[in-house]
């Protein structure tokens, strides 16, 4: 799991490093992804609708697993697929130093969620459930859910909707490219409301290390 997320190609006696990415180059990779994922590397949340998730601010190793892993069927989604399997590996690094060193744009989703909503939210983010078995988001995605190194990504700010969505893919098994199930065996012990209540108010937080 270590290798993959480090980006290490196994080759015969050997791993080979990924490449080191270069922003500026990354900035032309990613102007084929500026219309679902903006020119800010926003991301777009439509309510009640489908959610495209913010790039900018995200960490580069992470970024680059994740189009491998669409690249390898490992995670798999119709409409980043075909993007994926256009980049080779120094564009992935590129594109994925770009979006590491723009700054973190703020979440959309949940303004109207109510106090109660809110509050559980805010309980299964920072501390979990333990009479439900559910381990705090915080004690992965570090201090502020602002993520922790290469493995888990920052989801403090991150749109409800594609957090909602990405939990209830874990949830469902139709999305797995974790190591040990980590994710998917948090997500089948939580509720609906449950899965929505956390979204919505880590959309509300600062994505920006303090």
Avoid at 152 to 174: M, N, T, V
Wanted: hydrophobic residues 40%.
């Amino acid at each position: 799991m270590i290798l993959a997320v480090l980006g290490l190609v196994a080759q015969p006696g050997f791993a080979q490093p990924a490449p080191e990415g270069n922003a500026e180059r990354g900035a032309e990779v990613a102007a084929q992804c500026t219309a679902c994922h903006q020119a800010d590397g926003s991301g777009k949340h439509i309510e009640d609708g489908e959610s495209w998730p913010r790039l900018a601010g995200m960490n580069a190793a992470y970024l680059a697993k994740q189009l491998h892993d669409f690249q390898e069927g490992t995670r798999q989604n119709a409409a980043m697929a075909p993007f994926a399997n256009m980049l080779d590996d120094q564009q992935i690094a590129d594109v994925a130093a770009y979006y590491s060193q723009m700054e973190a744009t703020t979440g959309q989703g949940g303004a109207d969620a109510d106090k109660a909503t809110l509050e559980r939210g805010q309980k299964l983010a920072e501390r979990g459930d333990w009479s439900e078995y559910i381990v705090g988001c915080a004690s992965c995605h570090g201090p502020g859910n602002r993520g922790a190194g290469d493995v888990a990504p920052g989801i403090a700010g991150q749109h409800a909707g594609y957090i909602e969505a990405q939990l209830q893919a874990w949830k469902a098994g139709s999305r797995n490219n974790d190591p040990q199930d980590l994710m998917g065996s948090i997500a089948r012990r939580m509720s609906d409301d449950d899965i929505h209540a956390v979204a919505v108010w880590l959309a509300n937080q600062n994505a920006a290390t303090e």
